[in-house]
């Protein structure tokens, strides 16, 4: 192993992401269920999932305010305060007087405080590691976020299936507390924490931001990519509407909140054989790969919701392996066939209107959910795949998209337009 890339301060970094990812696995499965035992509506599990997706949106606009805090300071304040949000719950319940939008408000608060905290970890990350393994260093701490996930997933529906979602929470919050321990051991000098007479700099920021994706959309105007975004975007707004269901067609489905769990240890695993699998499929035409992916998906959405439980859990992770598949194609064909200064305001374009989408999907999904049953955003998500493979299979231009290698996004005139 290489003694610099397993520093002491990235051994610190690596033990709080561990120590992160164990309450994190848990609190997916048991914020969600909670919700929905306090309310018993659908229509909440929409917006608990629509607040926590929220912050990803806006999350260009809070990273810049960490250039006003001592990186060091801020992570042990907020993982200490996560920690202390959490607390509320259980400590509300033991006096029953938690309701619902207690929960929802504590959850919205985590998530936004996590989206402040995020970059502050990945800023630290190469001047712990070196610039030579940063790769390695990222490689390392995803494994081990995506794998204890695959493991605590699963636990966390037993778990909160034997000792209930508010004691789960409080596990959560002890993880943030031990986090926030944890981060009092890191030795760096103190990052340089901008003026108030710098304030101005956050402004350039945000006007760099919006300069960015209007030279991004421009850009991509001429080009097949736009087909593609819509495409994206529509379908995430309905898988939006199918994750806020989730918890209580699980509940349907199953019986019991262990369920969840498994459906969610499901989805991360048809993702994760969907990476390894588009390597090997990657030279087959991407016009095809795409519409046999989207029909994949949409199939056996459909099947899941026509099967017993254990067949519908499988059913519902086969069918993202056709998503994991459709993600990686799509960013490796912006990496490779976009120009290099264009594929951050690119991927920035895409990234934006998708993270919209999935929120504002998940409180029609509660909606419905709530009105009708939560097997309908399920049956909606499956049909809007088959319909995604449809339009593809109509376009005359994207059904015949060559391999990924082979593709040209632009038209020879339409690529002198877009430079």
């Known amino acids: 192993m290489n003694q610099r890339l397993f520093s002491y301060n990235f051994n610190i970094l690596l033990s709080g992401v561990f120590v992160k990812a164990i309450g994190t696995g848990i609190y ?86 996590s989206a402040f905290t995020y970059p502050i970890e990945t800023t630290l990350v190469p001047s712990f590691v070196g610039k030579a393994n940063v790769v390695k260093a990222n490689s390392y701490i995803n494994t081990l976020r995506e794998s204890l996930d695959i493991v605590f997933l699963a636990v966390a529906g037993v778990l909160v299936a034997v000792i209930g979602s508010v004691q789960a929470v409080l596990i959560t919050a002890c993880c943030h507390a031990i986090t926030s321990l944890l981060y009092l051991l890191f030795r760096f000098e103190a990052n340089k924490v901008t003026n108030d007479s710098d304030t101005y700099k956050t402004k350039i920021l945000i006007q760099s931001y919006k300069k960015d994706l209007k030279a991004g ?60 699998l588009t390597p090997r499929i990657k030279q087959l035409p991407y016009g095809s790969l795409t519409m046999v992916s989207a029909l994949w998906a949409g199939l056996f959405w459909l099947g899941a919701t026509l099967l017993p439980a254990w067949f519908s859990i499988v059913f519902y992770g086969i069918g993202f392996i056709a ?21 951050g305001r690119v991927i920035t374009v895409l990234t934006s209107f998708a993270a919209i989408g999935q929120p504002v999907g998940a409180l029609l999904g509660g909606t419905i959910s709530s009105m009708f049953s939560p097997v309908y955003p399920f049956i909606l998500s499956g049909m809007i795949m088959v319909l995604f493979s449809l339009y593809w299979l109509l376009h005359p231009i994207l059904r015949s998209l060559k391999p990924i290698d082979k593709l040209t996004l632009f038209t020879p005139s339409a690529e002198k337009q877009a430079q």
């Open 323 to 343: 998503v994991g598949v459709i993600n990686i194609l799509l960013f490796s064909i912006i990496q490779q066939q976009v120009e290099v200064k264009m594929i």
């Open 217 to 276: 959309i421009e850009y991509i105007r001429h080009s097949i990519l736009p087909h593609i975004i819509v495409s994206a975007v529509f379908v995430n707004f309905f898988v939006g509407g199918m994750f806020a269901s989730l918890p209580a067609f699980s509940l349907m489905q199953g019986g019991s909140e262990a369920f969840y769990g498994y459906f969610m240890v499901a989805m991360t695993l048809g993702m994760l054989g969907g990476s390894i």
């Open 28 to 113: 997916s499965i048991a914020g969600m269920l909670l919700v929905l035992y306090i309310s018993g509506d659908p229509f909440y599990s929409g917006v608990a999932f629509f607040v926590i997706s929220l912050p990803s949106c806006i999350s260009f606009l809070i990273s810049p305010f960490a250039n006003y805090v001592s990186y060091k300071k801020a992570l042990i304040v907020c993982e200490l305060a996560k920690s202390m949000l959490l607390f509320l719950i259980p400590l509300l319940y033991a006096f029953s007087v938690l309701q619902v939008s207690y929960v929802i408000m504590i959850m919205f608060s985590v998530a936004l405080i």
